[in-house]
């Protein structure tokens, strides 16, 4: 049997998650934006839908945007953003690539500043602190928890310094809502991914401070407020509404996750690992370097004896380049030895057992 540790990648959905999916599949398969019954039955269903994705998010409905996922959500909040306000782009480095690849996108037209790392995983405040003074801020981009390293990034204070500033502040939350209590509740807007907390992939939203603009980087039509156009699926709208339902005690069971992933950390120290980033961590992410190793490799080798994870961001999968994010923290020789290893609220003792036991016959191999 294996054992899947690239929870951070995405999660296996819900039994109820896929009830709920089945069962709007079956009687809520109309086109919502339809006037008659059937249509009506379909808006219900999204609707309720929104209503748990406000409450995950301490949200009103009305400011819950669904999208396909939280890249699209990411890029929407930062070209309405930029599209608003005069001004840079501010972010680093440590950011999802739906926010780097928009970032060098302006940077092309002198619009960004990359902000500097610090080695524990974090932005650094001060650099942000100069980057306002030097000119002025249309958005600033910011994850709650970092997608590699786990590392909570200080969100509460980059908002004060964006009011500050006026400038728009979005926060990527994909990797925080189910996991670690929100810190971001005052930005402008927040990215919402449900298949990171065990929910449905295809979907996920974008929150906004109430009487937030958005600008439609898609036309065609009226839905989401006319900012995204296309017909929302009721069954995945459905499951993520279930998702958003289980989230809501998601930071309760992941502090408990803590101990678990710690002992295993520990463990995998013991072999020789080396952990990427210090400080405030989500409780289920580890990121450890193997001197030796290339980290696509002790991924390969991991995988032929049964264990699930990742050398980086899923969405970075396949590219020659070692980890942007650990690159920026300390070097490419690091980040190109770099494994994540993320665990959810059903991995089992057992199963992490198995996967000491895998890392300690693979890691032995290169000694």
């Avoid at 902000?115 to 602190?129: F, H, I, K, Y």
Wanted: proline share 4%; charged share 20%.
């Amino acid at each position: 049997m294996r054992v899947y540790l690239d929870w951070n990648a995405t999660s296996q959905p819900l039994p109820e998650v896929i009830d709920a999916m089945m069962a709007a599949a079956r009687s809520a398969w109309a086109n919502p934006s339809s006037v008659h019954g059937d249509g009506r039955a379909a808006r219900a269903v999204v609707e309720a839908a929104r209503a748990e994705v406000g409450a995950l998010a301490s949200a009103n409905p009305r400011d819950v945007v669904f999208t396909a996922g939280a890249t699209e959500s990411n890029n929407l909040a930062l070209v309405s953003a930029m599209h608003a306000r005069q001004g840079r782009l501010i972010t680093s480095r440590l950011e999802h690539p739906s926010i780097t690849r928009v970032a060098e996108r302006y940077e092309a037209e002198g619009r960004t500043r990359w902000l500097r790392v610090l080695g524990c995983g974090t932005v650094d405040l001060e650099d942000l602190e100069r980057a306002l003074a030097e000119a002025p801020a249309a958005a600033i981009a910011m994850q709650a928890v970092n997608h590699e390293t786990g590392m909570i990034q200080p969100v509460a204070e980059v908002v004060a310094l964006a009011k500050l500033a006026d400038a728009w502040v979005h926060v990527d939350a994909a990797q925080a809502f189910g996991k670690v209590d929100d810190i971001a509740g005052d930005a402008h807007s927040r990215s919402i991914a449900p298949h990171k907390f065990r929910g449905p992939k295809g979907i996920g939203a974008l929150v906004l401070r109430p009487f937030t603009k958005l600008t439609a980087v898609l036309v065609g039509g009226a839905q989401e407020r006319g900012v995204r156009p296309g017909t929302v699926d009721a069954a995945l709208a459905a499951g993520f509404g279930a998702a958003a339902r289980h989230a809501l005690t998601g930071p309760a069971r992941f502090r408990a996750v803590a101990a678990r992933r710690d002992r295993f950390e520990a463990a995998l120290v013991a072999l020789g690992a080396a952990v990427n980033g210090a400080g405030a961590r989500a409780p289920h992410v580890s990121s450890l370097a193997w001197q030796g190793w290339r980290g696509p490799e002790l991924v390969a080798a991991l995988d032929l004896e049964g264990v699930s994870c990742s050398s980086g961001s899923a969405c970075s999968a396949g590219t020659a380049e070692p980890s942007p994010v650990i690159s920026a923290m300390s070097n490419a020789v690091v980040a190109g030895s770099s494994v994540r290893v993320s665990m959810g609220d059903a991995t089992t003792d057992d199963e992490l057992a198995r996967a000491e036991r895998a890392f300690a016959s693979v890691v032995s191999r290169v000694k």
